[in-house]
């Protein structure tokens, strides 16, 4: 059974930062893999979405890489702002349905 | 602004009510699915569609049931509303032409049962 763990479970750093959040599974045959922020009381934004054949993808101060053989992503957020305080949500795609299997997220706060 | 819309985003009811919890979208995905968060926990599929007239059930077990009679409508009700139901419900659609492969989630509803 796919199992997605995300380390550390929350995190505060001061403004301007640069951080990793961690991104684990258990079961290698994905077909991508993607980042989400959730802001309190809110929905979902897709933040980033690598496929299985990628290494990495950016957007803007964030990047996230994949390595599926060893069953690791990581999402790097560069100069980190008190706006990307929020719940950063790993989940990667599999099974013949392609439905998304979830971690329990990173809860980050940046503090001016 | 977001292209899929739930309602309410509160509502509390009591007991026995029977609720219906809107989901639309507006960009012809095909693909629509609702999920179940609780505080702290990781969001749960309960109904997915692949296009009209098909449903299916997740992999939590729900007492909720779906309809899609309409690409872009995909609408969650609970018969007899419970405390258990208390949670917050995602409805999210996904895409996977052009320039365009991913998923689109609404605000979600936050439900309480008293």
């Known amino acids: 059974k796919q199992e997605v763990t995300q380390i550390p479970a929350a995190l505060s750093v001061p403004e301007g930062e640069n951080l990793v959040l961690n991104c684990s599974f258990t079961?290698?045959?994905?077909?991508?893999l993607q980042w989400f922020r959730q802001d309190p009381g809110k929905g979902l934004t897709s933040l980033l979405l690598?496929?299985?054949s990628q290494r990495e993808q950016t957007s803007g101060r964030l990047n996230a890489s994949l390595d599926k053989s060893s069953g690791r992503s990581t999402l790097y957020i560069a100069a980190s702002q008190p706006g990307d305080s929020a719940t950063y949500l790993c989940?990667?795609?599999?099974?013949?349905?392609?439905?998304?299997?979830w971690g329990l997220g990173t809860s980050l706060a940046v503090n001016p | 602004e977001a292209d899929i819309y739930q309602t309410p985003r509160y509502l509390v009811i009591g007991t026995g009510k029977k609720i219906t919890l809107e989901c639309s979208q507006t960009?012809?995905?095909?693909?629509m699915y609702w999920y179940q968060q609780d505080p702290g926990m990781e969001l749960h599929l309960i109904h997915y569609?692949?296009?009209?007239?098909?449903?299916e059930k997740g992999d939590l077990s729900s007492e909720s049931t779906v309809s899609r009679i309409r690409t872009e409508h995909f609408p969650l009700t609970l018969e007899s509303a419970r405390p258990s139901h208390t949670s917050q419900y995602l409805c999210?659609?996904?895409?996977?032409?052009?320039?365009?492969?991913?998923?689109?989630f609404g605000s979600g509803t936050r439900l309480t049962v008293v």
């Open positions: 079961d290698s045959a994905i077909y991508n």
């Open positions: 569609s692949y296009g009209v007239n098909s449903t």
């Open positions: 960009m012809g995905h095909d693909k």
């Open positions: 989940a990667v795609e599999k099974g013949n349905n392609r439905k998304l299997i």
């Open positions: 999210a659609s996904f895409a996977d032409r052009g320039n365009f492969y991913g998923y689109t």
């Open positions: 690598i496929q299985s």
